[in-house]
Nanobody, 119 residues
Framework: EVQFVESGGGLVQAGGSLTLACKAS????????IGWFRQVPGKERLGVAC????????TYLDSVKGRFTISIDVAKKSGTLQMNSLKPEDTAVYYC????????????WGQGTQVTVSS
C-alpha cells in the first residue's frame, strides 16, 4: 500500500506564499505521477496540480495557473507544491497522491495539510 505524508500548510495573508511537501512510501513503480488535490468541507476533492515523473509534464487547475508550481524529486519519491499569490479561495485541506499519468483520480491519501488564506 502506498502511503503519503503532506506538510507545509499554514495560515497566510492573501498574496502570501506557502510551499507544500509530499513524501511517498511504498511506491515501487516507475514512471508515476504525483498530484495535489484540495478539499473544503462539504465539497468534492479537486485536482490542483499534477506532474509526471517520466518527462516532467505538468497539468494545473485553471484557477491556479501562473500562481502554483509543482515539482518532483524522483529519487526521493517526493513532490513540492509552491503556492504564490495565495487567495482566500485557495483555503482548503491539501492532499497528495500518486497515479500512472496526469491527470488521475487519487486512491490513497495522507492526512492532508491545512492551508488557510485570510483576506
Amino acid at each position: 500500500e502506498v502511503q503519503f505524508v503532506e506538510s507545509g500548510g499554514g495560515l497566510v495573508q492573501a498574496g502570501g506564499s506557502l510551499t507544500l511537501a509530499c513524501k511517498a512510501s511504498g511506491l515501487h513503480f516507475e514512471p508515476y505521477a504525483i498530484g495535489w488535490f484540495r478539499q473544503v468541507p462539504g465539497k468534492e476533492r479537486l485536482g490542483v496540480a499534477c506532474i509526471f515523473s517520466g518527462d516532467g509534464r505538468t497539468t494545473y487547475l485553471d484557477s491556479v495557473k501562473g500562481r502554483f508550481t509543482i515539482s518532483i524529486d524522483v529519487a526521493k519519491k517526493s513532490g513540492t507544491l509552491q503556492m504564490n499569490s495565495l487567495k482566500p479561495e485557495d483555503t482548503a485541506v491539501y492532499y497528495c497522491s500518486v497515479g500512472t499519468y496526469c491527470p488521475f483520480n487519487g486512491i490513497y491519501w495522507g492526512q492532508g495539510t491545512q492551508v488557510t488564506v485570510s483576506s
